[in-house]
């Protein structure tokens, strides 16, 4: 076993170990905060798999964005300690059955499957994604890329009116 095999094994325990933290977890800010080190392990694997770009992505928007603020609103509300998540099973027989199918399919497809192997991965590569994507979108790919900018202006200004319009309803009127 290698220094990448080793690394990459650490990187999927802390993904699967605080994946499964975070879905049996009772208690909610626990679960936040296991969300965290899963999206730090899928980043890791990310680098390790040469996608630097994607594991960038994967800390921006995920840890950055979008688990700050599910902390904040997590913090912000109140009595979120004493919550108590119903987390009881109702249909267990069918749940367990549809599951040992989905794995059983996927064990077989994992031992039948003839895996490519590259032979550079075998000794540790630095080669960034970043240039090669950035240039993809500026000459190749550059009108999906201008059309995917105009639709996220759309719904960003579409968001900043609604949430102009439910500020200015929920403003109590001067009485005179």
């Known amino acids: 076993m290698n220094l990448y095999e080793i690394i990459f094994y650490f990187f999927a325990v802390v993904t699967v170990a605080s994946a499964a933290l975070v879905v049996f977890s009772r208690n909610i800010v626990y679960s936040a905060f296991s969300l965290l080190f899963t999206f730090f392990g899928v980043a890791g694997i990310y680098v390790l798999l040469n996608a630097d770009f994607l594991a960038i992505t994967q800390l921006l928007i995920y840890v950055g964005g979008i688990l700050v603020l599910l902390l904040f609103g997590v913090m912000l509300t109140t009595n979120t300690v004493s919550i108590d998540i119903k987390s009881g099973s109702l249909n267990v027989l069918p749940a367990v059955s549809v599951v040992a199918a989905i794995a059983g399919l996927l064990a077989g497809l994992f031992w039948t499957s003839d895996w490519f192997v590259s032979k550079q991965m075998g000794e540790l590569t630095v080669q960034t994604t970043s240039k090669d994507i950035g240039t993809a979108l500026i000459t190749t ?3 999906p890329f201008e059309i995917a ?11 900043a009116m609604m ?13 005179k």
């Open 141 to 143: 790919h550059l009108l």
């Open 149 to 159: 900018s105009v639709i996220l202006l759309v719904a960003i200004v579409g968001a």
């Open 163 to 175: 949430a102009r319009r439910e500020s200015s309803k929920s403003q109590i009127p001067n009485s």
